[in-house]
């Protein structure tokens, strides 16, 4: 097992207090998981899809109150509540503790404390980091095996070593011969997603579904992780990474932030439309980007697997996920076939005349009903993606030439634009925004929000310090070395509210524009809001859109970016001073730029 001293202390410590009836260490082993799957199925927990269909696939269907992300339950309990910020819940971390040992108190009965070690970034690599997640969840378990690296192995690395303490309970003890519901968890109103940033600490309670229990995503490698970076000088991202191809051979590599549901996953592997093209993933949600020696930031996709989202996806928005997909992936929430298939709104084809939807219920066409919920997910290994990059699990990570961050924005930002320097590009990742989608639960669907770097729900400290790393980040190494930032905006809709860029295969001829501008090439035109491509600068062969329509998506309106002067003035209030002197700069020099 190990001789960790610190762990075994930590088990034993958390076992007193949730009291479960058993501790089991995982292996990672093949055979543990499928006993895992195969006592989930007995118990009525999960259904394995037919092997002739779906080979090794399982359905999960959550409790009707679990099915997101929950943010008005996630807190970063810093030492201060001003380390926290304003865009961040906060409690007291000693009257946090209080509460949760409460409530953790004993809630293991009846079922067996998991205890996973697991790797985020490739074992052994000096730029991965080690967490053990103990968890009363076996649903927990298999996904965890998916998405991150895990088992005894990490064990054998770890050593001595540190690691990040994540606890996790779905806080639903079982009395003596009680029967179990198929997705036991808290009310709502029990549920916290706590983060202890000083003492890099994970204590997660109610929930089992996605970000809030698979605790290596999101409460690790990116609340927790922000803040490593911050001291240690790095960057801790909500972003996929891309490896691009030109038809001579060149390689490049390029991050992306994007809010949840903005199509990072499509990105990360699409099919060019432009002809000798190729995209290969290294990543789809989540990048850790540090200095070479060489002074360029490379990065590393501390995942292994891809957790995302499944309405939507299709042979025509992603057809690389849906190969990945066809096997060993597990499914939660996603509509049953009577032949023992999923289906799911946007697959591509229509429904059957009957489905057994996400909640257990009979479905047909005329029901009116969604067939599988808005947020249902597929887990799945990143290694059967038929266009991973082969260096996906380099130690080293990649060297990026270009990030691209963006949302969805239906009017006002154009396709492209590219920043003027790393300032401004901070700036740029600073005023970005979108629709709140259905990834978090929230009265707001459908509003804009903005979200910095897309880590507004992601970042374990205060936005106003986190936007100021990102320009500190300059200081490190020569400009000429840091990655160019590109502002991309593939949601822009005319006065009729159609799409105005086909999105899909065709973001590629974007991305070609971003390929030359990383080589020095690539015509572009200064705008006050950035370099903008000329019109024939974007490579439309083969691609139907009338001259109008592109020159919409290639041209600011004045007007409308004062107003939007306006509303980031009225965004960046609630840094107070801690709104870096440079974004204020910045905002300024926008404005007048726009009056020339
Ligand atoms: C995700 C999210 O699950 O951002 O990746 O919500
Ligand atoms: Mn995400």
Known sequence: ????????????????????????WCNGSEEENHRFLNEMV??????????????????????????????????????????AGPTNNWIDPIELKDKMKKLYKGCMKGRTMYVIPFSMGPIGSPASKIGVELTDSPYVVVNMRIMARMGKEVLDVLGDGEFVPCLHSIGAPLADGEKDSTWPCAPIEEKYISHFPEERTIWSYGSGYGGNALLGKKCFALRIASVQARDEGWLAEHMLILRITDPKGNKKYITGAFPSACGKTNLSMLIPTIPGWKIEAIGDDIAWMKFGEDGRLYAINPEAGFF????????????????????????TNVALTDDGDVWWEGIGYDAPNHLVDWQG???????GRLASHPNARFTTPAAQCPVIAPEWEDPKGVPISAILIGGRRPHTVPLIHESFDWAHGVFMGSIMGSEITAASISNDIGKVRRDPFAMLPFCGYHMGD???HWLDIEKKTNSDKLPKIFYVNWFLKDENNKWLWPGYGDNSRVLKWVFERTSGEGDAVKTPIGYMPTLDAIDTDGLNISESDLKHLLSIDKDKWLKEVESIKEDYKKYGDKLPKELEKQIIALEKRLHD
């Open 1 to 24: 097992m190990t001789t960790n001293q610190k762990l075994l202390n930590w088990v034993s410590e958390m076992a007193d207090m949730c009291e479960p009836d058993k501790i089991y």
């Open 42 to 83: 007995e118990k009525g927990l999960a259904i394995e899809l037919n092997p002739e269909k779906k080979p090794g696939c399982y359905l999960f269907r959550s409790d009707p109150s679990d099915v997101a992300r929950v943010e008005n339950r996630t807190f970063v309990a810093s030492k201060n509540e001003e380390d």
């Open 308 to 331: 995302g989202v499944a309405p939507g996806t299709s042979l025509k928005s992603n057809p690389n996920a849906m190969t990945t997909i066809g096997k060993n992936t597990i499914y």
């Open 361 to 367: 219920n009979d479905w047909t066409p005329n029901d």
């Open 466 to 468: 986190y936007l100021q």
